[in-house]
């Protein structure tokens, strides 16, 4: 079994976050590697365990080629550290928190990829999108429009290649039980060959 990439990507406020800290322990046993992204924003509002870095320093960095990927949404710049290329060819299974809109290029990048997008029905992101307090209600229902169309979408997908799709709208328990079921089902549920 060759090490895989496994993309996790989803609308905002469906618990991506929520998910990848909830598995983190269940994800050491299988080996999966869970990167750190780089984001720019400050780390105070970030709900993940990322690196919050001024626009110059991502700049810099991406300068250096310290980025595997890197895309920009929502006003801020996202980057997945290059540390996942050598975490790959050591045979270590990668999760990363993606960007649906930046998939294609993920897939044209790493071919094997695993998609897995988080998924929840639109009355329970809009509770935990005014819960946390970060949109305006005008941004709220753009959110919500935004998953609808995705929920829409990942009924089409088919073929190698297509994202899988994690139903978040239960419990964190539930979810990650739903993860780690699906990520056996597709080959990540043992240590990857070490070459």
């Given at each position: 079994?060759?090490?895989?990439?496994?993309?996790?990507?989803?609308p905002s406020g469906a618990?991506?976050?929520?998910?990848?800290?909830?598995?983190?322990?269940?994800?050491?046993?299988?080996?999966?590697?869970?990167?750190?992204?780089?984001?720019?924003?400050?780390?105070?509002?970030?709900?993940?365990?990322?690196?919050?870095?001024?626009?110059?320093?991502?700049?810099?960095?991406?300068?250096?080629?310290d980025f595997a990927m890197?895309?920009?949404?929502?006003?801020?710049?996202?980057?997945?550290?290059?540390?996942?290329?050598?975490?790959?060819?050591?045979?270590?299974?990668?999760?990363?928190?993606?960007?649906?809109?930046?998939?294609?290029?993920?897939?044209?990048?790493?071919?094997?990829?695993?998609?897995?997008?988080?998924?929840?029905?639109?009355?329970?992101?809009r509770q935990r999108l005014?819960?946390?307090?970060?949109?305006?209600?005008?941004?709220?229902?753009?959110?919500?429009?935004?998953?609808?169309?995705?929920?829409?979408?990942?009924?089409?997908?088919?073929?190698?290649?297509?994202?899988?799709?994690?139903?978040?709208?239960?419990?964190?328990?539930?979810?990650?039980?739903?993860?780690?079921?699906?990520?056996?089902?597709?080959?990540?549920?043992?240590?990857?060959?070490?070459?």
């Amino acid at each position: 079994m060759q090490a895989r990439l496994i993309y996790l990507m989803g609308p905002s406020g469906a618990g991506k976050d929520s998910v990848i800290d909830a598995a983190r322990s269940r994800l050491a046993t299988i080996p999966v590697e869970v990167a750190r992204r780089v984001i720019t924003r400050s780390a105070e509002s970030i709900g993940e365990q990322a690196m919050g870095v001024s626009d110059e320093r991502f700049a810099a960095m991406q300068d250096a080629g310290d980025f595997a990927m890197n895309w920009q949404a929502n006003g801020h710049d996202y980057g997945i550290p290059v540390d996942i290329n050598r975490w790959l060819a050591q045979g270590r299974h990668v999760l990363v928190n993606g960007s649906r809109d930046y998939l294609p290029e993920a897939q044209r990048r790493y071919p094997d990829l695993l998609a897995v997008l988080v998924s929840v029905s639109s009355d329970v992101l809009r509770q935990r999108l005014i819960a946390r307090g970060r949109e305006s209600l005008q941004d709220i229902e753009s959110r919500l429009q935004r998953n609808e169309r995705l929920r829409s979408e990942a009924q089409q997908w088919q073929g190698q290649g297509a994202p899988q799709v994690l139903d978040n709208s239960g419990t964190l328990d539930q979810a990650v039980a739903a993860l780690i079921t699906l990520l056996s089902r597709h080959g990540v549920n043992a240590a990857a060959d070490r070459t």
